[in-house]
């Protein structure tokens, strides 16, 4: 006796779950601007523009929202990746000043690379003068330069080059690291509200 109501109850829930589905109705747009009610879902190319869940009584139940346009998710990356950048920046400074030192610290860095580069291109030069000096004297007393020697001095030239190439570089890094901490530096600033 007790199977049979229990068999009954199990139905009349199953067909009171499929009316309440049934009872759903579903507004969209479809191409042509027209606003479409329709029982049985929103057909895969309407799903993108968004659209409204009703109940049996015309109740919006649900709001299901356009997808995002290529624009708005571009914008949703940048403001993602934005927010990521504030955080490595308040986890790396806890001031304006403390960007400030670390500015102040990588451009003495950068200006004793520098330094050292200018003082190994100077040491290139003499060493290159001297070397001139001795092809000099064995074309003076009428003698063919060395083989050996011309290419020592164009190694020489060759290593000024490089140098010179690092030293114009460690400059850009210089005047691109300084841009960099002011930036970091006004935005912790707007971060942390001391403007």
Not at 44 to 64: A, C, S
Not at 137 to 142: K, T, W
Request: glycine fraction near 6%.
């Amino acid at each position: 006796m007790l199977q049979p109501v229990i068999r009954l109850l199990v139905a009349l829930g199953l067909l009171t779950a499929t009316l309440a589905d049934a009872a759903e109705l579903y507004r969209y747009t479809d191409e042509r601007g027209v606003v479409v009610l329709d029982r049985h879902g929103v057909p895969p190319q309407h799903i993108g523009r968004g659209y409204e869940v009703l109940n049996e009584q015309g109740r919006v139940v649900r709001v299901v929202p356009p997808a995002p346009t290529a624009e708005e998710m571009q914008r949703q990356r940048q403001e993602k990746a934005r927010a990521a950048a504030d955080v490595q920046l308040l986890r790396l400074y806890a001031s304006p000043d403390d960007v400030e030192r670390a500015r102040k610290r990588k451009l003495a860095e950068l200006d004793s690379v520098i330094g050292i580069t200018q003082s190994n291109l100077q040491s290139l030069r003499t060493q290159q003068e001297m070397l001139r000096a001795q092809a000099a004297q064995h074309e003076r007393a009428g003698r063919e330069v060395p083989q050996n020697l011309l290419t020592q001095i164009a190694n020489l030239e060759k290593e000024q080059s490089g140098l010179q190439r690092d030293q114009a570089r460690y400059q850009r890094a210089k005047v691109e690291a300084d841009a960099s901490f002011a930036r970091d530096r006004k935005r912790v600033a707007e971060l942390l509200g001391d403007r």
